[in-house]
């Protein structure tokens, strides 16, 4: 009769997820996890199959957890959807710059994937969609406020931003300031606000500027 396991798969997970960030897939190694979550190397093998099965693991349950917080700071009813980015955008600005930011490990699965089919750059890819589905229902309500012409790309926008968002996260791992962060942000944003042509008319459409 196999013996019961003697600890929480999220416990393990957590401590995982902390080594993953600091290191990444392809630098930590089993020594650096078996530190961290108390387990030996066959304890880690027999319950997450190995390295690569525990940092998909922590990947998925790293990226639920970034799309939710996304989601909370932009679902908020007390500003415009476009206000809501913008503050956003800044509050990213201010953390990112932070030395003890960790960094996300969808963003860790974005450097090391191949970019070929396999099992990291699937599970990058399904952190951007899940990234750009916040954005994207934050900028469809922009759409319908007619905060944005009806002809805007919202789906391009939503990856916009992520791809915004994951850049500030490396500038700001690499030591760039919260000035230049925040100076970025903004000039993402102005994208919104500058003319947009209307895909089914033609027709420019201006809207307001962004107050600095």
Known sequence: MPRPRKFLESD???????????????????D????????GKQSLYNA???????FLRALSEDREEAARAVSEALGHDDASPLERI??????????????????SLTTRALVESTGEDD??????KAGIEQLAGAYAECLEHARENGDLP????V???AVYFVAITRGMELLGRAGVGRGVLTAVAL????VLHGQWMDETDGRPHTLPPVDP
């Open 12 to 30: 393990v997970v957590s401590s995982a997820s902390e080594v993953f960030a600091v290191h990444g897939l392809a630098a930590a190694t089993l």
């Open 32 to 39: 650096d996890l078996v530190r961290a979550t108390g387990l």
């Open 48 to 54: 997450f199959g190995g390295k690569r099965e525990l």
């Open 86 to 103: 913008r503050g956003h955008m800044l509050v990213m600005a201010i953390e990112f710059s932070s030395s003890d930011r960790r960094v």
């Open 119 to 124: 099992q990291l750059s699937t599970a990058a």
């Open 150 to 153: 009806a002809g805007a790309n």
């Open 155 to 157: 789906q391009s926008l």
């Open 187 to 190: 000039d993402a944003l102005r």
